[in-house]
Every structure is written in structure tokens, then in C-alpha cells.
């Protein structure tokens, strides 16, 4: 989570609206499934274009494990880059998002998510804590962040490491509880500063060189051989970076570099929608077996091109916490135009909300400051 997030607002129509009031919860929709068709896919692009071939960073690296294992990491690599292992985390991890925008009354969002319905105000700290709440296993996190917005073919200024949160049922920061154990035992000066850059292409060869780390370290110890199929030396290459925080502290970075590296996949997008000013929350399960994860439902999304069974996560409370959760309500410009006295469709709104237990926002309820015809 960016420090500097204040206010969260939710653009919704009123079916969206009337659904979150009485069903009290939020929709995390899986990434694969958004408008944006580059969403969560644009880091793996800078990925594959900001990285050496193997033997030029092994040699120029330095470190003589690489160099002493460098033929048979070569070799393992034909069978498995790179970028092959960023798509198989692609696949294994699922990325869900819900967004939300810093602007209260923005008629671009109107027009995009809320013609005729509401923007809701999101009391940011109550949202994260019905987040936890719906948490179960240890490999489950979230983060609420603003959206990085980059050209296509050109690497982005990344936020400072330390400008973000990740949550997780145990923690509430957990990158910054890992900092002194990073900064204490990490073997090399450029991974004791790596959490300080905010240079997108530092990070990317620094996870970059973790991989070729992991190839021969399951080399030397015989997990993997080169006559290893791809999913094979995938999984080996998890699990080795997964364990390390039960293994072997001193090489933590490499799991915290790979949760980071999963945050900026989900929050890098498209400079095309930076109008939209978006904050999201991401939630993810850092796991490569493909459990089933009872959080998961499905529901019918409607495109102008037909439906489809979409996939999310259902961020859930109770009426009391949704209540705390939803601050204020402002209806949208266009609601103005319909054949109805306005004040009258307030107060109906109100005793609507009233009736439903939603005490805090029934007394904060008020009108778009834009008019627009249609």
C-alpha cells in the first residue's frame, strides 16, 4: 500500500450498488477477465526485454558458483528460461483485483463505471481489516496500492520498496518486517540497497540473477538435472525461493524480491487509463500447486459482446462492518435527468440504506457537483 492513500472510491451502477448494500461484499475480479487485455501483463514484456542472455550476466556477475556451474545452468536454461519461469508464475499464481479511483466525483468515471448509479467513499483502514478477516492460510496476501501507469516500451519509475504493504494473515507489513533481517545477513552489498532503488531494470536483473542462483543451487544439491522437463525445473525453482524464509534466512530477499516482482505485475498498466486515477486492492495466493481455494466463486459478466463465467474472490463482512466500511455516497450526474424530484429520491435513499442498518452513510449522502445531459 502507497503511504500517501488517503480516500478510496468505488464507481458503481445501482445493481452494483444494491448488491454490495444487502449482500455486503465486494467483487475481486481475476485479472484475466478485466477490460484492460494488457492488465497484469505488461511487467512480463519489460521483463523479457530488460534482461542479458544467461552466460553474459553469469560472467559478468562475478559469482563463482555461477561461474564454476555455468555450462550445465546453460544448458538447463534451453530447457527452461527465464522467461519461461515468469509464465508459469503467471499461470499458477492468480492475480484478483478490485479498483478503485482517489477522485470522489470524476465525470470520466461516471461515464465509464457509474452512469445512473453511485460513488462510494471506502474507509480505507476498515476495508483492510475485513480483508484479513478473509484470509485462512499462511500463503495468502493483499495489497492496496496505487496503480503505476507506464508506456508499453518503456520501463516505468517504480515507488520506493518501502512505500508498499504487504498484508498477510500474520502481518501487516510484511516486506518492512523482513528489512533488518535483509539489510543484517544478505551476502552482497547491491541486495542489502536493492530495497532502497526505485529503478524498475535494478529490480528485474537482480530477480534475474536470483533465477540463475536457484539453477545451480538445485544443480549442486541434485534436486534438478538437465534431462528435468520445464514444469519440473519450474516447480524446483518455486519451492527452493518459497522455502528459503524455513531454510535459510540469509537468502529471504529472494522470496520478498519474488512477492514484489508479483505486486508490480498486478499494479503496472497502461498509461492509456492514467485519466481514471486508480488505487486497487490485489490479492493473490503464493502457491504453485493449485489448490482449491474456497474464496473463488464465479458470476456472469456482461459485455457488449456476449456473457462469461468469470472468476473472483469475494471480499465479505457483516452488516456492521460494512456499515464502518462504506463512509459516504454521492449519486451520480446522471441521475439528475431522470423524471423524479431529486430531493425525494435522496431521502428514499436514505431510508433505503436505513432500513438496511447502514447507519454512517444514510446521514452522508449527496449529489454529483457535474450535470451533464446524458
Keep these: ?74 544448458e538447463i536454461y534451453k530447457k527452461c528460461s527465464f522467461e519461461d519461469y515468469v509464465k508459469y508464475l503467471e499461470k499458477h499464481i492468480k492475480l484478483y483485483v478490485m479498483s478503485f479511483s482517489s477522485v470522489a466525483d470524476d465525470l470520466t468515471m461516471w461515464n465509464y463505471y457509474g452512469k445512473g448509479g453511485f460513488s462510494l467513499e471506502i474507509s480505507k483502514d476498515q476495508l483492510i481489516q475485513v480483508m484479513k478477516n478473509t484470509l485462512k492460510e499462511n500463503d495468502e496476501y493483499f495489497t492496496i496500492s496505487n496503480v503505476i501507469y507506464s508506456e508499453k516500451d518503456k520501463c516505468a519509475p517504480i515507488p520506493n520498496f518501502n512505500n508498499f504493504h504487504l498484508f498477510s494473515k500474520k502481518s501487516n507489513d510484511l516486506l518492512k518486517e523482513n528489512e533488518k533481517n535483509r539489510k543484517e545477513k544478505a551476502n552482497k552489498e547491491d541486495i542489502k540497497n536493492l530495497f532502497e532503488e526505485n529503478d524498475l531494470e535494478t529490480f528485474i536483473y537482480i530477480y534475474y540473477k536470483g533465477y540463475l542462483l536457484s539453477l545451480e543451487y538445485l544443480l549442486e544439491s541434485k534436486e534438478i538435472s538437465i534431462e528435468d522437463d520445464q514444469e ?87 452488516n456492521e462492518e460494512f456499515n464502518d466500511i462504506i463512509e459516504k455516497i454521492i449519486i451520480s450526474p446522471a441521475t439528475k435527468n431522470l423524471p423524479i424530484n431529486i430531493n425525494m429520491y435522496k431521502n428514499t435513499l436514505k431510508e433505503y440504506l436505513l432500513s438496511k442498518k447502514y447507519y454512517k452513510s444514510s446521514k452522508s449522502i449527496s449529489y454529483s457537483k457535474h450535470n451533464i445531459r446524458w
Design 1 to 74: 500500500m502507497n503511504k500517501n492513500i488517503e480516500n478510496l472510491y468505488h464507481y458503481t451502477n445501482v445493481e452494483g450498488f444494491k448488491s454490495i448494500i444487502e449482500n455486503h461484499y465486494f467483487r475481486l475480479s481475476e485479472s484475466s477477465f478485466l477490460n484492460d487485455p494488457d492488465d497484469c501483463k505488461l511487467f512480463n514484456d519489460f521483463l523479457v526485454k530488460n534482461i542479458d542472455c544467461p552466460k553474459k550476466l553469469i560472467v559478468s556477475s562475478g559469482v563463482k558458483k555461477l561461474i564454476d556451474y555455468e555450462n550445465e545452468i546453460l
Design 232 to 318: 519440473t525445473i519450474c516447480k524446483a525453482v518455486f519451492k527452493n525461493t518459497k522455502d528459503f524464509e524455513i531454510k535459510n534466512r540469509n537468502m529471504l530477499w529472494k522470496r520478498d524480491l519474488s512477492l514484489f516482482m508479483i505486486l508490480l505485475s498486478s499494479l503496472i498498466k497502461s498509461n492509456s487509463y492514467e485519466s481514471e486515477n486508480e488505487i486497487r486492492i490485489v490479492y493473490f495466493k503464493y502457491d504453485n500447486e493449485n489448490k482449491e481455494n474456497e474464496n473463488i466463486d464465479y458470476y456472469i459478466k456482461h459485455t457488449p459482446f456476449g456473457n462469461l463465467l468469470s472468476p473472483y474472490i469475494s471480499l465479505k463482512g457483516s
